[in-house]
């Protein structure tokens, strides 16, 4: 079982900056892949980015390139989202998922977070 916490959501305005944290407890073996997912109303639930617990590989949705960045710090057992130059578009909640493999299909992904509210406003 691996359980998983979410945390940093708010609200900011274009243009800022907002960094999310998962916490994850339980048993991380390094096949795994530890992602965010975000939704937003009306939408459904999308790959945002994922890091692979063993090899620390990096995959990003095309549309957050360049301005999110993904890493962990194995110590705490945490994964982490810096998102800089947010935009009203990435307004969602924010979900962080764990699979044991790479995937960018939310029905793949077996353990999630109970999610974070980020709001951008223009």
């Known amino acids: 079982q691996v359980q998983l916490r979410e945390s940093g959501g708010g609200l900011v305005q274009a243009g800022g900056s907002l960094r999310l944290s998962c916490a994850a407890s339980g048993r991380i073996f390094s096949a795994y892949t530890l992602a965010w997912f975000r939704q937003a109303p009306g939408k459904e639930r999308e790959f945002v980015a994922g890091i692979r617990w063993g090899t620390s590989s990096i995959y990003y949705t095309d549309s957050v390139k360049g301005r999110f960045t993904i890493s962990r710090d194995n110590a705490k057992n945490t994964v982490y989202l810096q998102m800089n130059s947010l935009e009203p578009e990435d307004t969602a909640v924010y979900y962080c998922?764990?699979?044991?493999?790479?995937?960018?299909?939310?029905?793949?992904?077996?353990?999630w977070g109970q999610g974070t509210q980020v709001t951008v406003s223009s």
């Open positions: 998922a764990a699979a044991n493999s790479v995937y960018y299909s939310a029905g793949r992904y077996d353990y």
